[in-house]
Each structure stands twice: as C-alpha cells, then as structure tokens.
C-alpha cells in the first residue's frame, strides 16, 4: 500500500512522540520509587502566597503520601515552625508581610525557637537563578528551585535535602557525651532539656 511522504513523515513524528512520552513516564515512575524512604513520614511546610503554585506542588509529592502543611507567607510560616517540627520548608521568595527571605532570616535569628534555627530551607523564585541564589545562599538556605516548579527537580532537590539531613543526624549523635559545666542548677536543667528535646527530634526524624 502507497503511503505518501507527508503522511510517513506524520507517522514518525507520532511514533517519537509517544517513545519521548513513555521514557519520561518510566524515568518518572523510577525516580517517585528512589525517593519513597526517603520521604516516609516526613513532614513539609509549603510556604506560598499563589494557591494554584501550593496545589501543584502538593499534587507533585502526592505519590509519597507526606505530610504536608501550608502557610501564605513568612509570617504564617514562624508561627507555624513555632508550634510543629518540620523536616524541611519549601519557602516562595517573594511574597508579602514578610518575604522568603526575611522569613528565613527570621528563622535562623530563632524568631521561630531555638530548636528550629537550622532547618532546611528550599527558596523558590520567578526570579532568575543567577540573581537569586546568591540572597538566598546569604540568609541560610539549602537549596533553590524554579518557578512553575518542574516536577522532577521538586522532588530532588527535597529529597537530596532530606537525605542529607539523615545522614548528618546520624552522624552527628551517634555515640555523642555532652558534659554541661555550670555551678547554676537553674541553667543546668533547662540546657539539659533542650539538648535531649533537639537529639531526640533530629534522631526521630532519621
């Protein structure tokens, strides 16, 4: 049977397509399944004054059944970090009362408690990345993504987060004595109670 040049080179065009949809769809398939321990029973702020950019982000991370909590901007976020322990947050640069940037100063200043000052921090931009990650590596955070966040890089960048932070928690208590010096047994105890409360929880969240 004749088939046309145009409609061959139609055909092709139609047969690359749906290689090039079927390859991202297994290497997506396979990246969800790499990163499923590492993010089991992990818990996520998402800091975002857009409603539709916050459920695009949650729709992504679905698949790992995480929990995930929302804040509209910094202001929000402080006092949310205040009450609950989170694993990492996913802070929008510009937003307004109090920005991505300001919130994370505020956070590393332990506006937001003491226990939390060394939280991992993803910033996420409109911005261009060569003008916004030098501001965001300044105030303290870990990792910047774009924005409309692409799947894959979203769940990367967290999960390289949340991986290194198990590591290093692991690493940093494992086998640790703490002697605490002071002749005040007023100072003493309090000091006490905040190391056990801040190893307990980084260890909890190995």
């Not at 910094?74 to 009362?97: C, R, S, T, W």
Request: aromatic fraction near 6%; include cysteine; charged fraction near 25%.
């Amino acid at each position: 049977m004749y088939v046309s040049p145009y409609r061959a080179g139609i055909q092709s065009l139609c047969l690359l397509f749906l290689l090039s949809v079927t390859s991202q769809l297994l290497n997506r398939t396979e990246i969800i399944a790499d990163h499923l321990e590492i993010f089991r029973d992990k818990r996520i702020l998402l800091i975002d004054d857009k409603v539709d950019d916050r459920k695009q982000v949650i729709n992504y991370l679905k698949p790992f059944h995480a929990d995930i909590d929302e804040a509209s901007n910094g202001l929000e976020a402080i006092e949310m970090v205040k009450q609950h322990h989170y694993d990492v947050l996913l802070m929008n640069l510009n937003m307004p009362f109090l920005n991505g940037y300001e919130a994370t100063e505020a956070i590393r200043d332990g506006k937001a408690g003491i226990l939390s000052i060394d939280i991992p921090i993803i910033g996420h931009t409109v911005d261009p990345l060569y003008i916004a990650r030098a501001k965001t590596e300044k105030v303290g955070m870990q990792g910047l993504i774009t924005k409309p966040v692409q799947e894959v890089d979203l769940i990367k960048s967290i999960g390289s987060i949340l991986n290194s932070k198990y590591f290093n928690s692991t690493l940093a208590f494992s086998g640790l004595t703490v002697m605490l010096v002071d002749d005040t047994k007023v100072i003493r105890l309090p000091l006490r109670w905040l190391l056990e409360k801040e190893m307990e929880k980084k260890l909890l969240s190995c």
